[in-house]
């Protein structure tokens, strides 16, 4: 199982990013894949999420901003994020639980991860 996550980068206040996440050695059709984040001196935290069946889930600080999405042809799940704010700031990760759930998009619920990918939203 590997993810592999890209995207990231420096951006000002408002800009637009959009990262994506490969996976590889299992079918991510019918896995969970979900966003999380790390900020400096904070815990991971749950950013978005998106099912088998393509149902979504956003952390509140974050919905109407970032807009998860699968693409089952490429093997890749993408996390567009708008009208980005200095306190979007982190290291993002992608992760999947493989075969259980991953409904609320819980850090304990999620059992691979993928390298992170800087995001730096500054002027």
């Known amino acids: 199982v590997q993810l592999q996550a890209s995207g990231g980068g420096l951006v000002q206040p408002g800009g637009s990013l959009r990262l994506s996440c490969a996976a590889s050695?299992?079918?991510?059709?019918?896995?969970?894949i979900g966003w999380f984040r790390q900020a400096p001196g904070k815990e991971r935290e749950g950013v978005s999420c998106?099912?088998?069946?393509?149902?979504?889930e956003y952390a509140d600080s974050v919905k109407g901003r970032f807009t998860i999405s699968r693409d089952n042809a490429k093997n890749t799940v993408y996390l567009q994020m708008n009208s980005l704010k200095p306190e979007d700031t982190a290291v993002y990760y992608c992760?999947?639980?493989?075969?259980?759930?991953?409904?609320?998009?819980?850090?304990?619920?999620?059992?691979?991860w993928g390298q992170g990918t800087l995001v730096t939203v500054s002027s």
């Open positions: 998106i099912s088998n069946t393509a149902s979504t």
């Open positions: 050695g299992f079918d991510p059709d019918y896995s969970y």
């Open positions: 992760a999947t639980p493989l075969y259980g759930s991953g409904s609320g998009c819980y850090v304990s619920r999620y059992d691979y």
